[in-house]
């Protein structure tokens, strides 16, 4: 059973940083590619970035570019992302998804997804 | 970027009713189209992906068509659990853009 939980959530000041991680299990890890998404409060759904299973190849939406930074542990079956500068508009739930297949230069469609953490930016 | 469009924004429907949600792509995706489902404080859920293939496990009241621009969730006949917010989001190419969502809740 594919399972994916994600942590590190919390409260943090605007201008802080926070690291998620989202632990999977349930299949080969470094053999599909994984993404985070995020959900402002009563919002829509926002792609946030995408890695290969090789851990190259991370692509990030414009509004986090610059500032987070994805990254995978394969020998840990772990995937992060790392948040600096955070910003009230950054105030979501993130959820990490694993991708339908590999790829390293096309999206895939997520096909399982954790439930989420939540990250509050405010002062 | 690739912009998506749903609509209605919300449908207010009964158990049993046909529903049909419309996702346009602001250029052509061919088929790389999928549909989740979202039900609240829950994560979403894959429906169907390539436009019109049901993902593993998923009612085959589901259904999908569409290429190019225009596409199309259908739900043949509602059932209580599938009240919920239905999104698109293409994956042609990156950032794979979501659409707004539509919300399906009961008459």
């Known amino acids: 059973e594919v399972q994916l939980l994600e942590s590190g959530g919390g409260l943090v000041q605007p201008g802080g940083s926070l690291r998620l991680s989202c632990a999977a299990s349930?299949?080969?890890?470094?053999?599909?590619?994984m993404r985070w998404v995020r959900q402002a409060p009563g919002k829509g759904l926002e792609w946030v970035s995408d890695i290969s299973g090789s851990g190259g190849y991370p692509y990030y939406a414009d509004s986090v570019k610059g500032r987070f930074t994805m990254s995978r542990d394969n020998s840990k079956n772990t995937l992060y992302l790392q948040m600096n500068s955070l910003r009230a508009e950054d105030t979501a739930v993130y959820y990490c998804?694993?991708?339908?297949?590999?790829?390293?230069?096309?999206?895939?469609?997520?096909?399982?997804w954790g439930q989420g953490t939540l990250v509050i930016v405010s002062s | 970027d690739i912009q998506m469009t749903q609509s209605p924004s919300s449908v207010s429907a009964s158990v049993g009713d046909r529903v049909t949600i419309t996702c346009r792509a602001s250029?052509?995706?061919?088929?790389?189209l999928v549909w989740y489902q979202q039900k609240p404080g829950k994560a979403p859920k894959l429906l169907i992906y390539?436009?019109?293939s049901l993902q593993s496990g998923v009612p085959s009241r589901f259904s999908g068509s569409g290429s190019g621009t225009d596409f199309t969730l259908t739900i043949s006949s509602l059932q209580p659990e599938d009240f919920a917010t239905y999104y698109c989001q293409q994956v042609n190419s990156f950032p794979p853009t979501f659409g707004p969502g539509t919300k399906v809740d009961i008459k």
């Open positions: 390539a436009a019109s």
């Open positions: 998804a694993k991708g339908a297949y590999d790829s390293s230069d096309h999206p895939t469609p997520g096909d399982y």
């Open positions: 349930g299949f080969t890890f470094s053999t599909y590619a």
């Open positions: 250029q052509g995706i061919s088929s790389w």
